[in-house]
C-alpha cells in the first residue's frame, strides 16, 4: 500500500512563529501536493512539485513556501503564521502518466491551529 | 469563483436504498473528474473516475454518470451501507494538466 506520512497530526502555533509541515512518501511518486481543508470550501491547492527541487504555486500560495530537496519528502513552510492559515492541511502524491497522476494519495493531515 | 460546486452540503438516505451526489463544474476544458471519499481523522481515498469521452463509468455499487452539455456529473450508490457514511468530494482536472480542483464536499450520512 503506498503510504504518504504526514509528521504531526495536530499542531499549534504562535501568530508570527516559523511552522514547517512535513511530509513523506514511499511509492517513489514524482508528484507532491500541499493542499488545506476548511468548512465550505474543500480542497485548495497550496503549492505541487513534478520533480525534485521543482514547485509550482497553486490557487493559494501566499504566505507559504515549499522545499522538495529529496523525490519522498516535500515539506510545507509558514514563514510567519497567522490565524487565517489556522486550517486542515494535507499531503498528496502520485506518479505521471495517464490517467495515474491525477489519482492522489493522501496524508492523515494536520490540524494545524495559530494562536 | 469555484469552478467545481457541489451545492448540496448534506445528504442523508436509509440503508439499503440509493445515494445520489451532484456536482456542477463550469470549467467546459476539464476532461477528467474523479470522486473521492474521506473518513474522519483520514485523508481521502480514490473512489472512481471518468474520462469526458464517457458518459457513464460503473465499479460494483457505485457509478458515474457524465453529462457534458449541463456540466454536471453525480455519483449513485447502490445500494447504500452505513459504512458509506463519509465526506464525499468531486474533482476535476484540465486536459495535460497535473492538478485537481475540488468541490467544497456533501457529508453523507447513511442510516441503519
Known amino acids: 500500500d503506498v503510504k504518504v506520512t504526514q509528521s504531526s497530526r495536530y499542531l499549534v502555533k504562535r501568530t508570527g512563529e516559523k511552522v514547517f509541515l512535513e511530509c513523506v512518501q514511499d511509492m517513489d511518486h514524482e508528484n507532491m501536493f500541499w493542499y488545506r481543508q476548511d468548512p465550505g470550501l474543500g480542497l485548495r491547492l497550496i503549492y505541487f512539485s513534478y520533480d525534485v527541487k521543482m514547485k509550482e504555486k497553486g490557487d493559494i500560495p501566499e504566505g507559504y513556501s515549499v522545499s522538495r530537496e529529496k523525490k519522498e519528502r516535500f515539506s510545507l513552510i509558514l514563514e510567519s503564521a497567522s490565524t487565517n492559515q489556522t486550517s486542515m492541511y494535507l499531503c498528496?502524491?502520485?506518479?505521471?502518466?495517464?490517467?495515474?497522476?491525477?489519482?492522489?494519495?493522501f496524508g492523515s493531515g494536520t490540524q494545524l491551529s495559530v494562536l | 469563483d469555484q469552478q467545481v460546486k457541489q451545492n448540496s452540503p448534506s445528504l442523508s438516505v436509509q440503508e439499503g436504498r440509493i445515494s445520489i451526489l451532484n456536482c456542477d463544474y463550469t470549467n467546459s476544458m476539464f476532461d477528467y473528474f474523479l470522486w473521492y471519499k474521506k473518513y474522519p481523522a483520514e485523508g481521502p481515498t480514490f473512489l472512481i473516475s471518468?474520462?469526458?469521452?464517457?458518459d457513464k463509468n460503473e465499479d460494483g455499487r457505485f457509478t458515474v454518470f457524465l453529462n457534458k452539455s449541463a456540466k454536471h456529473l453525480s455519483l449513485h450508490i447502490v445500494p447504500s451501507q452505513p459504512g458509506d457514511s463519509a465526506v464525499y468530494f468531486c474533482?476535476?482536472?484540465?486536459?495535460?494538466?497535473?492538478?485537481?480542483?475540488f468541490g467544497a464536499g456533501t457529508i453523507l450520512r447513511v442510516k441503519s
Open positions: 474533482a476535476a482536472s484540465l486536459a495535460g494538466g497535473n492538478k485537481l480542483v
Open positions: 471518468i474520462s469526458s469521452i464517457k
Open positions: 498528496a502524491s502520485s506518479t505521471s502518466g495517464t490517467g495515474y497522476r491525477e489519482k492522489l494519495f
